[in-house]
């Protein structure tokens, strides 16, 4: 690795048109990536990459016209100072915030370069070329303003709102809520069970933890190997088996804790209140994303944990 201040003028100018090549690429990956969920987005993306060919062309055509035509591999990791970036690549699904920040920051990054890279230069073409640059990408920002503006009309920002919101209850919420359901409904037998057999608020904290964890590692590992998300969308499995996986456990927790009590009486009325409201979150969450009306999500969800409840107390007293 090489550093920056010890850069020739060939090579500085040679890196700039790998950085540009690169920052080109990102942007039609990010493009490309958008495109089925946020078209409107993936225009944008468009119009910056074409924006960065227009560079890497005045940046070949200066090199040509000083150094002749063989231009040098020189990328950002072959020089001290570059941040290091993810690859796109290893990045799926995209999020629309998340990449309109990423650019945002590669903007910055390449602006640097080129305000630093002009006081080195003693070409007076070249380092005109490299301030140009450095001023375009300073408005580059504004530019890809002006492109959300023209593409994202209200509508279309409605509509990517939607789809937005419709990415999240596939890859977050109904993995989340399927762990949810099933850490807080399964759990409930067997730690009722223990309790009311044994009568001691540890042996039911011990078995609602081990039935908590053991839940959430099955759920997790069912989520993830279910499908990869290439065709349903539903993003990254392993995503959404650790999010599965984690919520199963957390809906199971979340009654065990109250037998932490030594009372026995009393951990026993507080797990019964946790289990109330365990199921009231449940019952919100499908009425806010999953649009089912509340008094037919309440019944379904009432009903099941109530007979679940009812087995644990019944093998639990027998």
Known sequence: MKDFQSLSQQE???LAISLEEEDERVYADFAEGLRQDFPASAAVFDGMRAEEAGHRRRLIESYRATFGEHIPLIRRQDVKGFVQRRPVWLVRPLGLDAVRKQA????????????????RTGDA???????DLAQ????????AQELREEKLGPR???DEDRARRRLF???IVQPGLAGLMDGSVSTLAPVFAAALATRSSWNAFLVGMAASVGAGISMGFAEALSDDGSLTGRGHP??????CGAMTTLGGVGHTLPFLIPTFQAAFALAFLVV????????????????????????QVLVGGALVFLTGVLIGSS
């Open 169 to 171: 209850v596939l890859q």
């Open 12 to 14: 500085i100018l040679a």
């Open 276 to 299: 109330i409201v365990e199921l009231g979150v449940i019952t919100w969450i499908r009425h806010r994303y999953m649009d089912t009306p509340v008094v037919s999500a309440g019944i």
């Open 156 to 158: 279309v920002r409605e």
């Open 104 to 119: 945002s920051a590669i903007e910055v990054e390449t602006r640097r370069f080129y305000e630093r890279a002009a006081v």
């Open 136 to 143: 375009e990408e300073r408005t580059h920002e504004d530019r």
């Open 238 to 243: 392993w995503i959404r088996g650790v999010v």
């Open 125 to 131: 073409s070249i380092r005109q070329l490299l301030d």
